[in-house]
């Protein structure tokens, strides 16, 4: 497995900002799709975002579309959630996802990922 170590999450009002940064300590990261889920309070693990392991391709669920940017850095080791426009309703925990193999470009269910963070708390203030 890959540790992955999230940050960046924080209180902030409805139509703030934040970016959440996933660092993980392997090398071979830049080989591995990535993505990012959420756990709002009461309700199932949900997919926001993934991206392929040559970056050239992105994914995301309709409800951030246009709001949220996934990206990564390999000099960093990193994968980025730039989130904008937030609303109540993406009040969540957080968490990055690697997944080692890349016969799947895009992944989008929780199973197809192997490795995850400890997540990282957004609170979004109405």
């Known amino acids: 497995q890959v540790q992955l170590v999230e940050s960046g999450g924080g209180l902030v009002q409805a139509g703030g900002s934040l970016r959440l940064s996933c660092a993980t300590s392997?090398?071979?990261?830049?080989?591995?799709?990535m993505g990012w889920f959420r756990r709002a309070p009461g309700k199932e693990r949900e997919f926001v975002a993934a991206i392929s392991w040559t970056a050239g391709n992105t994914y995301y669920t309709d409800s951030v579309k246009g709001r949220f940017t996934i990206s990564r850095d390999g000099a960093k080791n990193t994968v980025y959630l730039q989130m904008n426009s937030l609303k109540p309703e993406d009040t969540a925990i957080y968490y990055c996802?690697?997944?080692?193999?890349?016969?799947?470009?895009?992944?989008?269910?929780?199973?197809?990922?192997?490795?995850w963070g400890q997540g990282t708390q957004v609170t979004v203030s109405s």
């Open positions: 392997r090398r071979t990261f830049s080989t591995y799709p």
């Open positions: 996802a690697a997944r080692r193999y890349t016969d799947i470009v895009l992944p989008r269910m929780p199973h197809e990922y192997d490795s």
